[in-house]
């Protein structure tokens, strides 16, 4: 299914691309003299990216998204018939939610974000509120969720008893209890993140000890190398004074028997 609109786009795109397309289209309305929904485009909020899959697969998988709103639409339907046909319905849609939680997964997976088993489970809840809310009001929001859907709550399944539609004020008190809601994937990535950080710190610090260990050792054999010189240079300075001390008295010996020489000669008749 190709977007309807600017807005739409917004929701096709990857969510690394998500924030830098919704500026762009912000300024470029602003620019164009559209304030108010320049406005509006600036303050969407980037989706998780449970809801992000969930959009994609409105945008990539139409018919399967539209078998899913029949199927609630039945299941809408079959509420005050046969207990039967119910369970035929609900296990039906159980089992289309389920195929496309798998496709979810694999968006997920090939856009390098994580499809833990909480992230599946809040695709599947998103699957399942969209389909059980009914044609008209799950077309109002799928492809466009900026946040994930809760669980239907006692109004909202008394609302579908009473083959009800939700009403806008609940839409937005539903969202933004959504939005308001931290989310535990994104709690689940941090706490990875931090531990992955960790690990990298402890392997750094476990390089940098012993790459001082080694350092230390090198000084020491520096230091050892460097006492064994100067011990050999003290033996060389204390060999060669003594040299030349022995040759002082060589030269004094040998000035003693020149004289001593001299005056034998003198004293021959």
């Known amino acids: 299914m190709k977007p309807t609109s600017e807005i739409d786009a917004l929701f096709e795109v990857s969510l690394a691309e998500f924030t830098t397309a919704r500026n762009s289209l912000a300024a470029r309305l602003k620019k164009e003299g559209r304030t108010d929904e320049a406005e509006r485009v600036k303050a969407m909020p980037k989706p998780p990216a449970t809801a992000w899959a969930v959009n994609q697969l409105f945008w990539r998988q139409p018919k399967e998204i539209e078998r899913l709103f029949t199927i609630g639409e039945k299941v ?3 509420q005050s018939g046969s207990a039967a046909d119910l369970r035929a319905l609900l296990e039906e849609r159980r089992r289309v939610v389920s195929e496309l939680t798998k ?3 694999a968006i997920l997976r090939d856009a390098g974000h994580a499809d833990s088993q909480d992230a599946m489970r809040r695709v599947t ?3 399942e509120s969209l389909a059980s809310w009914g044609r008209s009001n799950a077309e109002a929001h799928a492809g466009r969720l900026t946040a994930d859907l809760e669980p ?3 109004d909202g399944l008394a609302a579908l008893l009473d083959g009800k539609k939700l ?3 609940k839409v937005l008190q539903f969202r933004r209890a959504a939005k308001e809601k931290k989310s ?5 990535a941090a706490r990875a993140q931090a531990k992955e950080a960790i690990k990298a710190a402890e392997k750094a610090l476990t390089a940098a000890r012993r790459d001082a260990e080694r350092a230390e050792e090198a000084l020491a054999k520096a230091g050892a190398r460097a006492e064994a010189l100067e011990k050999q240079f003290k033996k060389a300075e204390e060999e060669a004074r003594a040299a ?3 040759a002082k008295k060589r030269a004094q010996a ?3 028997a020149e004289r001593a020489l001299n005056r034998a000669r003198a004293a021959l008749p």
């Open 76 to 78: 809408r339907q079959a």
């Open 103 to 105: 496709r979810a997964a």
């Open 125 to 127: 809840t998103n699957l």
């Open 152 to 154: 239907l709550g006692f």
């Open 167 to 169: 009403e806008p004020a």
């Open 184 to 188: 535990e994937e994104d709690e689940a």
């Open 244 to 246: 030349s001390n022995e």
């Open 254 to 256: 040998v000035a003693d």
